[in-house]
């Protein structure tokens, strides 16, 4: 079994963006239908993590998220495991190879 999608729902959509660009996800601005603006990054294994703002539902609250990035999209993070704070207090782990 994989995880093929997971959804952050925020109040800081701009800011989550910007941290979750900043690791090195390639976040894509969506829209279906009616709905509200959100952004996308399509994993390596072909999940799918997306940013919602917390428009119809209440923020995502605490979460341990575990990410892997190739050194080139990590940002100025050197190779090894470093736990990171997202804007809305959740918890990133990510491991630069």
Same mark, same amino acid.
């Given at each position: 079994m994989i995880i093929d999608l997971a959804v952050i729902y925020t109040d800081r959509l701009d800011a989550c963006r910007d941290f979750y660009a @900043? #690791? @090195?996800l390639d976040l894509v601005a969506e829209r279906h239908g009616g709905g509200p603006?959100? /952004? $996308? $990054? &399509?994993?390596a294994d %072909? @999940? #799918? =993590?997306? =940013? /919602?703002p917390a428009v119809r539902r209440p923020p995502t609250g /605490? =979460?341990? =998220? %575990?990410?892997t990035a190739p050194p080139h999209a990590a940002g100025a993070l050197p190779p090894g495991r470093h &736990?990171? &704070?997202?804007p809305d207090g959740r918890t990133v782990v990510l491991t630069v190879a």
């Amino acid at each position: 079994m994989i995880i093929d999608l997971a959804v952050i729902y925020t109040d800081r959509l701009d800011a989550c963006r910007d941290f979750y660009a @900043g #690791v @090195g996800l390639d976040l894509v601005a969506e829209r279906h239908g009616g709905g509200p603006e959100h /952004y $996308a $990054a &399509t994993l390596a294994d %072909g @999940g #799918v =993590l997306e =940013l /919602y703002p917390a428009v119809r539902r209440p923020p995502t609250g /605490y =979460l341990r =998220l %575990g990410l892997t990035a190739p050194p080139h999209a990590a940002g100025a993070l050197p190779p090894g495991r470093h &736990t990171l &704070t997202d804007p809305d207090g959740r918890t990133v782990v990510l491991t630069v190879a």
